[in-house]
């Protein structure tokens, strides 16, 4: 079991790029959670899926982020017109509906807009 | 809308002593609660949770907690800390099994050997 992949680790994008991160959930599980850290917010939630459908995007920022899950083994989360204050880092979960319903993290993506 | 409280930003204990990370949170209803440790370059691990029943539940590495529905707590215990508990640890609502997490602040362990 590799546990939750995203990729890329690291990213360094100029004030305005896009950047897309990637998740690839362990196998079997069905939700995938993302969270974003950051040291004035701490960990917020952004936005997540179960069996590939959008359930709650309550805190994705109204403009600019967007997230898919095309299939059930991986989504993405894309952020365009990147701006210094996107720097943070992207944290993918995924879960299994068991009865224990925890989610594993994955490393994290660390994004650095300059 | 809930929310968690860490009250402590940062706590330093010797190695040896015993331990209690506090936790209050905000929710109207029943919370599933949870502590993560986050250690340095590492992701965030799951240490222990709690849904219903006994309200000390006990979790990894010697780890345990209480949940005080009439205080609005979920603080985590240790009898003994050890060098390698120094880490970042998170305490965590959620509303229904399944459902998004909402983090505490997050506490900073500093262990002196």
């Known amino acids: 079991n590799a546990g939750v992949i995203q990729t890329p680790r690291h990213k360094v994008t100029g004030k305005g790029q896009e950047a897309t991160l990637w998740c690839e959930p362990i196998?079997?599980?069905?939700?995938v959670f993302w969270y974003r850290q950051t040291i004035v917010q701490g960990l917020e939630f952004l936005t997540y899926?179960?069996?590939?459908?959008?359930?709650?995007d309550s805190g994705m920022p109204k403009e600019r982020f967007s997230a898919q899950m095309p299939n059930q083994s991986h989504s993405t989360l894309k952020i365009q017109s990147t701006q210094p204050q996107d720097s943070a880092v992207y944290l993918c979960?995924?879960?299994?509906?068991?009865?224990?319903?925890?989610?594993?993290f994955g490393p994290g993506t660390r994004l650095t807009v300059l | 809308a809930q929310s968690v409280t860490q009250p402590d930003a940062r706590v330093t204990v010797s190695e040896g002593a015993s331990l209690q990370l506090r936790c209050k949170y905000s929710?109207?209803?029943?919370?599933?609660l949870f502590w993560y440790v986050q250690y340095p370059r590492q992701g965030l691990q799951l240490l222990l949770k709690?849904?219903?029943?006994?309200?000390v539940v006990q979790g990894v590495n010697g780890f345990e907690a209480e949940f005080s529905k009439s205080n609005s707590s979920f603080h985590l215990r240790k009898a003994s800390v050890h060098w390698s508990d120094s880490a970042v640890y998170f305490c965590v609502l959620s509303e229904n099994a399944g459902a998004k997490l909402t983090f505490g602040g997050g506490t900073r362990l500093t262990v002196r050997p």
């Open positions: 196998s079997g599980h069905s939700a």
């Open positions: 899926f179960r069996n590939q459908a959008p359930i709650d």
């Open positions: 929710y109207s209803g029943t919370p599933y």
């Open positions: 709690y849904y219903s029943g006994d309200p």
């Open positions: 979960a995924s879960s299994i509906r068991d009865s224990s319903y925890e989610q594993y």
